[in-house]
């Protein structure tokens, strides 16, 4: 069965960086890209970043390019999401995803299969 479990969320203040991890079980992770993606209340799901399965290639929301950085462990089968310079707008639940989706359309969830549980990011002083 497969199964995604985020942990790394948590309480940090503005500026402060925190690191997600995404533990992947009953499949191996570099036969997927992996996505990151987040939900703050009253807004809809956006996403933030996605590591492909071929070659490894990055993709990053315009919200946080240069201050997140996606990354992916096989012998853990782990991805990784590095938050730095965090801002209250970054508050969400963030998720991760296994899926095979489009160039295009890496930011898309419904081109994603499986879906962590999630965990909660909250940036404020």
């Known amino acids: 069965q497969l199964q995604l479990v985020e942990s790394g969320g948590g309480l940090v203040q503005p500026g402060g960086s925190l690191r997600l991890s995404c533990a992947a079980s009953g499949f191996t992770l570099d036969d997927y890209a992996m996505g990151w993606f987040r939900q703050a209340p009253g807004k809809e799901r956006e996403g933030v970043s996605c590591i492909s399965s071929s070659d490894g290639s990055t993709y990053y929301a315009d919200s946080v390019k240069g201050r997140f950085t996606i990354s992916r462990d096989n012998a853990k089968n782990t991805v990784y999401l590095q938050m730095n310079s965090l801002k209250p707008e970054d508050t969400a639940v963030y998720y991760c995803?296994?899926?095979?989706?489009?160039?295009?359309?890496?930011?898309?969830?419904?081109?994603?299969?499986?879906w962590g549980q999630g965990t909660q990011v909250t940036v404020s002083s």
């Open positions: 995803a296994a899926g095979w989706p489009t160039l295009r359309g890496w930011a898309e969830g419904d081109e994603y299969d499986s």
